[in-house]
């Protein structure tokens, strides 16, 4: 069946980076996501990774991507008590239905 | 460019009760989504819908919900007789004709069931 795993929680150190894992195991997925919800707000896409990449960076954010092992990371470079959120990791067959992982509640120390 | 707008965003309800949620997808988009998260879990996908279509409800309870996208005015997901496990965040997404690719969160509706 299809599902989505992430650990539960994930406490950083301000300046240092964090890395927020994902595995999945549905095989056809051919988009994987990222999304931060911040306390009371709704999901904010942060950036997703098309099937046939390995890697994909923008400004602080680096996506790895390991088709073999369907495992997904997000790094966060020089992570800032801004970037305190939960994230999720998604996939999609490339359809409509996204499955959502249980999101990683990240915390970051002064 | 306002974003997916969601109305209320808090609401409170008795056992019983019709709750009525309320979606306002990003203009220029034509694709509504709605997913519920209970506590401590992630998303779950409930119904996708395009202007006075359903498309895909495989992901709603059969009994007491209902979604409709009228041709004017926004989405609406209807709960009949809440009970107390129907308290949860219901959150629309919207996407363009473009695809379902990037689909474009609310800021998700608290729904209380007491």
């Known amino acids: 069946g299809e599902d989505v795993e992430q650990s539960l929680f994930l406490s950083v150190r301000e300046g240092d980076s964090s890395v927020i894992n994902c595995t999945y195991t549905d095989s056809s997925s051919t988009y994987l996501y990222w999304y931060k919800q911040e306390p009371g707000a709704g999901l904010q896409l942060l950036t997703y990774i098309f099937s046939n990449m390995d890697m994909k960076q923008d400004q602080r954010l680096t996506v790895l991507l390991n088709k073999k092992d369907k495992h997904l990371s997000l790094r966060i470079a020089d992570t800032q008590t801004g970037d305190s959120a939960i994230y999720f990791c998604?996939?999609?067959?490339?359809?409509?239905?996204?499955?959502f992982g249980t999101g990683t509640r990240l915390k970051v120390l002064a | 460019n306002a974003g997916v707008m969601q109305n209320p965003r808090h609401l409170v309800r008795r056992r019983g009760q019709e709750a009525r949620l309320r979606c306002s997808p990003m203009k220029g988009h034509s694709h509504v989504y709605w997913y519920r998260q209970l506590p401590e879990e992630g998303l779950k996908f409930m119904v996708y819908l395009q202007k006075e279509n359903i498309i895909d409800e495989s992901g709603m309870p059969k009994e007491r919900f209902s979604a409709e996208f009228p041709k004017e005015g926004p989405s609406i997901l209807r709960i009949q007789q809440v009970v107390r496990g129907d308290s949860a965040a219901y959150f629309c997404?919207?996407?363009?004709?473009?695809?379902?690719?990037?689909?474009?969160f609310g800021p998700g509706t608290r729904l209380t069931v007491t």
């Open positions: 998604a996939e999609s067959p490339g359809t409509y239905k996204y499955i």
């Open positions: 997404a919207s996407s363009s004709d473009r695809g379902p690719y990037e689909q474009y």
